[in-house]
């Protein structure tokens, strides 16, 4: 079946290092993809999207990297600060389907 | 404006019982999601609303869990005799339509099955 997945289940930086949250996925018909972060106790919030017509898409400090060849999307973060410690979610969704698939989430820890 | 709200907060109920969870979505957004959520994990989708569409019901994990939606807007996530493996966190989120939207999450219903 479908899965989505990253590689590291916790990541530890420094403040204003930059971060790299990785996310494999399986399904090949997913053509939409979104990051999210997760604080303690809230909600998903959506930090990112891409679609599957491009391979790059920059926000606000962050950046967002899609490999469809092997499947594998990434999300980094320049100069993290401390609050940007949270969990890190990505998820696929095929469009013509409607649900999201999620991966487990990284947690990253900013220290000072 | 108004995010998605999710009620109550908390819930705590016994073993047995049927609990309704409450969700509303940003007003305009058509489609309406439920996700679960367990400790240090991921989220596991439970249904989707797209407009007058059938809902997918695909994610709902026993014939104990059904879920409406109310004049296209508020949804009820029920759980009837609730089991202790019920206890999570309830998550709705909406999005303008369905496709490529991000979707917008409440807070959550921290439900706990003693």
């Known amino acids: 079946g479908e899965s989505v997945g990253l590689h590291l289940p916790t990541l530890s930086v420094q403040e204003g290092d930059n971060s790299i949250i990785n996310c494999a996925y399986s399904?090949?018909?997913?053509?939409?993809f979104i990051w999210y972060k997760q604080e303690s106790g809230k909600g998903p919030q959506f930090i990112i999207d891409?679609?599957?017509?491009?391979d790059k898409r920059q926000g606000q400090r962050v950046t967002v990297l899609l490999n469809k060849t092997v499947k594998h999307l990434s999300l980094q973060i320049a100069a993290t600060q401390p609050g940007d410690s949270a969990v890190y979610f990505c998820?696929?969704?095929?469009?013509?389907?409607?649900?999201?698939?999620f991966g487990d989430g990284t947690t990253l820890t900013v220290k000072p | 404006g108004a995010g998605v709200s999710q009620s109550p907060s908390n819930k705590v109920t016994e073993k047995g019982k049927d609990v309704e969870l409450r969700c509303d979505p940003i007003?305009?957004?058509?489609?309406l999601y439920w996700y679960r959520q367990s400790l240090g994990q991921g989220l596991e989708f439970l249904i989707y609303?797209?407009?007058?569409?059938?809902?997918?019901k695909s994610g709902l994990p026993s014939d104990r869990f059904s879920a409406e939606r109310t004049g296209g807007s508020v949804s009820t996530l029920t759980i009837q005799r609730t089991q202790q493996e019920d206890s999570a966190v309830y998550l709705c989120?909406?999005?303008?339509?369905?496709?490529?939207?991000?979707?917008?999450f409440g807070d959550g219903t921290r439900l706990s099955i003693l």
């Open positions: 989120a909406s999005s303008l339509m369905g496709g490529a939207q991000p979707q917008h």
């Open positions: 399904n090949s018909a997913s053509d939409y």
């Open positions: 891409i679609r599957s017509n491009m």
């Open positions: 998820a696929e969704r095929n469009t013509n389907a409607g649900k999201s698939t």
């Open positions: 007003s305009g957004h058509t489609a």
């Open positions: 609303f797209q407009g007058n569409s059938a809902p997918d």
